[in-house]
């Protein structure tokens, strides 16, 4: 733009030099001389608006399949039926009046939900809580379903990712899970059911949405989210788990899905320490050199965390799925860094981001070649963008996986197959840096390329904006079609078996 300016401006002190000897001249030579058209605020505002436009073509262009594509895919093993419905609508319709916020780590009554509800619509955040009155949960549960506009979707991680990888003609998918007649109905035609996961009921998870700028009492939601409770004792126990890697040996998949572990979490820790002892018993009897994807989900207790982080389950996984709550919750339960923050303010900064994916890498996964751990791989998400993280040597194609991923989060909020630019927004930093102390690389987006890479000793980031819908339909399952396409666009390099 300089250029242009100083071009302008010598161009026009020689028309004014010529003017002054000969006045005539200029109306002959205006003609076949025209100053650069200089761009006006209003054009700048313009060009600012079409940074969507940009990236959205870019991405149609960079997405490609990997060359080696997985044919076969089996995933477990939370599943149920989704009731979704208007949070503050329904709250009001069982006669709860608006308070304020208190986070319950298991919800007992009426009023525990009411308070948790509160807590996470103020922040706009996602969370996911146990409700442990049975009967009080059906006389809920029977109220959203009738409550008018109530929707019933395929609900449960491993069924919502199931469904996703269903999309794609040329794969299997094998889903394992608490499958009732309801759910199977649901599902999608190509999705291979096991007998032993059929069963005679449903098991019904409440989906409470609110919209960006909803107001109940003194609450304001800043962004559209949902807030999850069920009374699900079949996927709290993780049940199917043991029939899931059963059904593994006949299947022969290429790669396997895990998902539902926080489920457990409000079975209480006596409950949970036992069953998390025999599931990592059941996912060490998978083949070493099939990959296990891990879904992770909101939770609450430490120490849960802490099992399932240290000892037990991450190092016997090579690739782990969670948003924004869940990482930090992660580092704070393992007290790695940026421990310290109680919750993100607004967007997350993308240098802590980057610091507690590297710490989860080389703390818990295979950074370092002389560990025993598998984990090489972190898909992280969030409403602005998404991060994937991974060990060098391990995996190939994740710059079209990580836009995928963001891609789909794009479209689906708007419920539209294809990204319409006219719905959506650029919201993600165009300048951040690669961690949040020192040293550290600073890095911008480029919207015509729009994947920013870095790399921190052996671990790649790769992240990509996420063109934000202004006005979503549904939020539920968008992480689990984030992380199932990311999988679909990624390619499991040879050299290493898990």
């Not at 399952?477 to 078996?497: F, H, M, R, W």
Request: charged share 20%; aromatic share 8%; hydrophobic share 40%.
């Amino acid at each position: 733009m300089w250029r242009k300016a100083s071009v302008a401006a010598l161009l026009a002190l020689a028309v004014g030099y010529f003017y002054h000897g000969c006045p005539d001249l200029p109306e002959n030579i205006l003609q076949y001389i025209s100053l650069p058209n200089l761009p006006t605020p209003s054009q700048s505002l313009s060009s600012q608006s079409s940074l969507e436009q940009v990236i959205s073509t870019a991405w149609e262009a960079l997405i490609t399949l990997p060359t080696r594509q997985w044919s076969k895919v089996a995933v477990g093993v939370n599943a149920c039926v989704d009731v979704v419905v208007s949070g503050v609508g329904l709250l009001q319709a069982l006669a709860i009046d608006p308070g304020t916020g208190l986070d319950h780590e298991v919800l007992h009554s009426k009023e525990d939900l009411k308070e948790t509800f509160i807590h996470y619509m103020g922040r706009g955040a996602a969370a996911e809580r146990f409700f442990s009155d049975k009967e009080v949960f059906q006389r809920i549960a029977r109220a959203a379903a009738e409550y008018p506009g109530a929707k019933l979707y395929v609900g449960g991680n491993a069924a919502l990712i199931g469904q996703k990888l269903a999309t794609y003609p040329d794969l299997m998918v094998l889903l394992c899970g608490p499958v009732g007649p309801k759910l199977h109905e649901l599902l999608d035609e190509q999705i291979v059911v096991p007998p032993e996961s059929l069963q005679e009921t449903d098991e019904f998870h409440l989906i409470l949405e609110y919209k960006a700028g909803e107001q109940w009492g003194s609450t304001r939601a800043p962004q559209a989210n949902r807030f999850i409770f069920s009374h699900d004792v079949s996927n709290g126990e993780m049940s199917s788990l043991e029939a899931f890697v059963a059904s593994l040996e006949e299947f022969q998949p290429e790669l396997v899905v895990l998902s539902g572990l926080h489920m457990m979490e409000g079975q209480g820790r006596e409950l949970w320490e036992e069953r998390l002892k025999e599931a990592v018993a059941a996912i060490s009897d998978i083949r070493r050199d099939v990959p296990i994807h891990l879904e992770l989900a909101s939770m609450t207790d430490k120490d849960y965390m802490n099992s399932i982080m240290q000892e037990q389950v991450l190092p016997i996984v090579s690739s782990i799925g969670l948003n924004e709550q869940e990482l930090l919750f992660l580092s704070q339960a393992g007290e790695g860094p940026h421990a310290d923050v109680p919750a993100w303010k607004g967007i997350p900064d993308v240098g802590r981001v980057s610091d507690i994916l590297l710490w989860v890498l080389e703390q818990h996964g295979r950074s370092d070649a002389s560990s025993e751990a598998d984990l090489t791989r972190i898909h992280f998400h969030t409403l602005a963008y998404h991060i994937l993280a991974t060990v060098e040597g391990h995996w190939a194609n994740q710059a079209a996986a990580v836009m995928a991923g963001a891609r789909v989060a794009s479209s689906q909020a708007c419920g539209v197959q294809v990204v319409d630019v006219s719905k959506v927004e650029l919201k993600a930093p165009q300048e951040f840096y690669s961690s949040y102390i020192e040293p550290r690389e600073r890095l911008s987006l480029n919207p015509a390329e729009p994947v920013t890479v870095w790399r921190r000793g052996n671990v790649t980031f790769h992240l990509t904006p996420v063109l934000v819908c202004k006005q979503p339909l549904r939020t539920v399952g968008l992480g689990d079609a984030i992380s199932a396409e990311g999988l679909v666009y990624s390619e499991l390099k040879t050299q290493q078996p898990f």
